[in-house]
Structures are given as C-alpha cells and as structure tokens.
C-alpha cells in the first residue's frame, strides 16, 4: 500500500450514524487499501451495541470514555490518552457518560501475527 502525502480535512468528510445500545456514534471515515482511519464521537450515554475483538489504535481527542474487556477488566481513558489492541487479543467495547471524541486507527497491520 502506498498513500501520497495529503491533509484531511475532516469537516468536509461526511458523518454517517451507528446506534450503540444506548446512545449514537458518529463516524467519519476514511478508507485506503489495508488501513482505515476513522474520526468518532460518541453521544452523551453511549454503550456499544456490541464485543469487538478487531485491533485498533484509539487516540481520545476530547472528553473520556471507559473501554471494557469481556473478562471485566476496564480502563479509563481520558483526553491525550491512547490505547493499542491487535485483531483478536481482547474482546472490547466502549461507554462513555459525557461523550467523547476520538482518533481511530485500524487495519491490517494489527492482525495477529504468529511470531
């Protein structure tokens, strides 16, 4: 995969929307051959409608939210915080009582890897 260097500017990406369990999240998303790069914001309340077990990079750009473990583990993240996960290492999910923004960064480069 070979991107050329550019800027995004991320007001002119469009939003689509993603119910949680409860709450919304807002997309906008940019998508290249192996790698996508996501801007997200979660509603006040948000609950993911779902365990994800895919890898991510996720930078908190405003705000703070509580990303989950299924064995019941959770860490707080707060803005200026990131946290790093491979496909298929942890199965995960986001909350977030006051909402949030964030920088997500995932794609083939976190599959896991046998070595």
Not at 5 to 21: A, L, M, R, V
Not at 38 to 65: N, P, Q
Not at 88 to 110: P, Q
Request: aromatic share 10%; glycine share 8%.
């Amino acid at each position: 995969m070979n991107i050329p260097f550019q800027t995004i500017d991320w007001s002119i990406i469009p939003k689509t929307e993603h119910k949680g369990e409860t709450g919304m999240a807002y997309w906008q998303t940019l998508q290249f051959e192996g790698l996508r790069i996501r801007m997200v914001e979660y509603s006040k309340g948000y609950v993911a409608d779902h365990w994800c077990t895919k890898g991510h990079i996720v930078h908190c750009l405003e705000g703070d939210f509580v990303s989950e473990l299924s064995n019941g583990q959770q860490f707080i993240l707060a803005k200026g915080m990131t946290y790093v996960v491979s496909d298929e290492l942890s199965s995960h999910r986001s909350t977030t009582v006051d909402g949030v923004k964030l920088l997500i960064i995932d794609g083939d480069f976190l599959k896991l890897s046998n070595q």
